[in-house]
């Protein structure tokens, strides 16, 4: 099902050169302990081949940037960040807010420097990302559209097989369920004066079946389930475990994803959450997340 399914979706621009990237990255850490696919942010769904419109989701990607830099202060760790362009990225997330020149202050000799107010965390982020450059454990995947990603995502699975259980599957990502085939994707430019179009979305297999069963067998899976409605949440997080036989549902609602998720497993659920006065204190609920699911990979490592 899912090998016809990508026949009908395109591959990215830069399949070749990423893969590469993606399977030389492999290769490097084929000694490393641990290894873990952070995916990142929402997916578009374009409605021309030349797309000029798309329909999108909320995500921008702060579940799976923040926690990337949480996997990466772990020892012996290297990560492979699939994210969505334009969305948070690791150590850079922290200035979004911040308009690029406020960071900077004219020197009196024509240099440019970083300015007293934001030096601190400027100089904290800039070391940890240069760390990750020289030490090779970060590697960054772009994607934009949901063919893009499951390109991607297939490509790094692949390429994560051989290394067993040493790897962690975290897929934060906020992936659509809808999509045009190909074939039946206009061309150019839909044209208002043809009228409202009249457009079949068609469902996307889910890929969590392949990916646990086919891609990486042998690694720890931890897909996230988002609801609004808490009722159903932890009933549907419960469900994709009985379906999928992944090792983990990190179940969490829009409204209040930053503060408390769940963690559904066959034989337990667990709590995770940050209090207020923690969220001031500067505690992101993904250094919990990420203390909690090392622990759990290191006991499935074991066993
Ligand atoms: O990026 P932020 O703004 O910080 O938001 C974070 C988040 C809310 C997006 C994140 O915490 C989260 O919940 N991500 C998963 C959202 C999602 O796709 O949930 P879902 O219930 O639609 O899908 C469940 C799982 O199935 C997901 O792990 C997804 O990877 C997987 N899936 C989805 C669609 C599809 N066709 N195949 C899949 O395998």
Redesign the pocket.
Known sequence: MSQEFFSEIPKPKEFEVLTKRIQQFCEKHADTPRIVLV???GTTVPLEKNTVRFIDN???????SSSCEYFLSQPCTAVVFLHRVNSLRPFTRHFTNTNFFELLVPGDDGQIMVSQEHFPKVKKNLERWSLCQKDGSLLEVPFTSLSDYLWMLRVCCEAFKPLGSKVIIY?????S?FYIPNYEMAEHKLQSSEGAPDIQLKM?????KPLVRDWVPDAFVA????ETDDEILIKKAKK?LEIYHHELVIA?L?QT?KERVVFVSNDAEEIIQVSQEEREAGTEIEAKIVDRLIALHQSFVEK
């Open positions: 995916t990142s942010g909320f995500s921008i990607g702060t579940r799976g897929l934060a990502a906020a992936v369920d996307v297999p889910k890929m969590l897909s996230f389930k988002l994709a969490n829009l994803r």
